[in-house]
């Protein structure tokens, strides 16, 4: 009896076992089926480091013939690109990849001009780019000048104090210039002083916080450029006269662009915002957190931005022009028009309250349809400086504004992030309690709650 029991338990355990190994064994398989027909992941990254940008995917889904990506690399290092080609891939069934090792087939290295390992060539409608990297920003430049048939030169006006494309110091523009390449645009300096006239080659123009007022020819070639259908981007300081750094007037600029319809206001903006002050930032640079609706800004709603020393806009139509705000200081800010002093009352009675316009773009009706100026108007320019650009949304606002002058609204959007830097650095006495706290009490916590286990079992 008791065997006859036990071979009955014997034989449903084994039965309960085998159940239970096929149906993991079918979840496993059915797993594996749909993880191979639908292709999905998630980035858990705080910025979507593994995460095609939203530029990226603009660029691909918009592309107006097929593509092909071409990976040359050592069979064995394939898959070094595999994640980051797959993601283009997925994107749009117009993108094919294709893998060549060129020591297996140099033929194809040579045809393609390819001369070292790990390149990609972008090929569209017969147009091919070597990638300038193998990350997204490298491959999606790739995409854009295949699509782009021309030039895109950016000019900024130098010779009255601007900031230098060139200098890489805290108010250098370098790294806006650098922003720029990876979005294919060529930087260069001009002086309006020695050719009172625009150079044909500028797709758009910028002034960068001159401190120096500009001069009659200056202003004359600004004005027949985008009178003309040309576009300009203003970033124009408010004109402090504290220390042995003042900043001019610039009325004869100013004027130019209040008739366009954008008034720069002579006052310098306190953002007293208390979560600009846990950002870290003072009161002397206006936290924005809000936009209108204008293709520069659309794909900015959840980005904050940040402006050190800036004024106030006025805007409004005209006959010629149709301008929009872009955005405004908080409703916690106010304007003082007292530049000549440190020291500011925030009481004083003078003082304008916010929300104020901080930028504005608009377009100039030339009378042709086919050509039609654009110019956008920033009360700051330091926003911009190699110090302050990577603030949050700052490098986006900066090449967005860029992207709609030159008409290139379909590159408008956010564009790769930098690698979070989290790093924690403690002082010596919080360090000293880090390392008291694993190597002595937490080791001692472990040993006292052991013992006093072992005493009551005892």
């Known amino acids: 009896m008791n065997q ?46 593994y995460t095609l940008s939203e530029q990226t995917i603009k660029v691909v889904k918009n592309l107006p013939q097929p593509a092909t990506i071409e990976y040359f690399d050592q069979s064995t290092r394939f898959d070094r690109a595999k994640d980051l080609l797959d993601e283009y891939s997925s994107i749009s069934p117009k993108i094919h ?41 490298g491959i999606t430049g790739a995409f854009i000048r295949d699509i782009k048939n021309n030039t895109r030169t950016v000019c900024f006006v130098a010779g009255s104090g601007e900031h230098q494309i060139d200098d890489t110091d805290r108010q250098g523009y370098s790294a806006y210039k650098d922003l720029l390449s990876k979005d294919e645009y060529t930087a260069k300096s001009i002086d309006l002083l020695q050719n009172a006239s625009a150079p044909s080659e500028c797709t758009v123009l910028v002034v960068a916080g001159p401190s120096a007022d500009y001069q009659p020819p200056e202003v004359d070639a600004i004005k027949k ?43 310098l903006i306190l953002d007293l915002n208390p979560i600009g002050q846990l950002a870290g930032l003072g009161p002397q640079v206006a936290l924005v957190t809000s936009y209108d609706s204008h293709p520069i800004v659309n794909d900015m709603k959840s980005t904050a931005t940040g402006f050190p020393l800036t004024r ?43 929300p104020m316009p901080i930028a504005a773009a608009g377009t100039y009706n030339t009378g042709n349809k086919d050509s039609q100026g654009r110019f956008v108007v920033v009360g700051s320019s330091s926003w911009a400086a190699n110090s302050f650009i990577n603030f949050n949304g700052n490098r ?7 992207d709609w002058l030159s008409s290139d609204e379909d590159l408008i959007s956010i564009r790769p992030k930098a690698e979070d830097d989290r790093r924690i650095t403690m002082t010596r006495a919080q360090l000293s309690w880090v390392r008291t706290t694993s190597q002595f009490l937490l080791p001692l916590g472990v040993l006292v709650i052991g013992i006093s286990v072992w005493w009551r079992r005892r």
């Open 225 to 267: 450029y985008v009178e003309g259908g040309g576009r300009a981007l203003f970033l124009l300081d408010p004109p402090l006269k504290i220390g042995r750094g003042e900043i001019a007037d610039n009325d004869l600029l100013t004027n130019l662009l209040a008739s366009w319809g954008v008034t720069a206001e002579k006052n």
């Open 4 to 49: 006859s029991l036990l071979k009955a338990r014997q034989t449903k355990y084994a039965a309960y076992a085998t159940v239970y190994i096929l149906v993991a064994i079918a979840i496993v398989v059915v797993a594996n089926v749909l993880a191979n027909r639908y292709d999905k992941s998630y980035d858990a990254t705080a910025n979507k480091r």
């Open 312 to 354: 106030s806009l006025e805007v409004k139509n005209t006959d010629k022009t149709s301008v929009q705000t872009l955005f405004d200081s908080s409703s916690s800010s106010l304007a003082t028009t007292n530049l000549s002093s440190a020291r500011v009352d925030v009481k004083d009675p003078k003082n304008t309250h916010g």
């Open 97 to 137: 990849v294709k893998y060549v090792d060129p020591d297996k087939d140099p033929q194809a290295a040579r045809e393609a001009g390819i001369s070292s390992y790990g390149t990609a060539l972008v090929e569209v409608g017969g147009k091919k780019e070597i990638a300038k990297g193998m990350t997204e920003e």
């Open 396 to 402: 986006d606002l900066a090449v967005n504004a860029i």
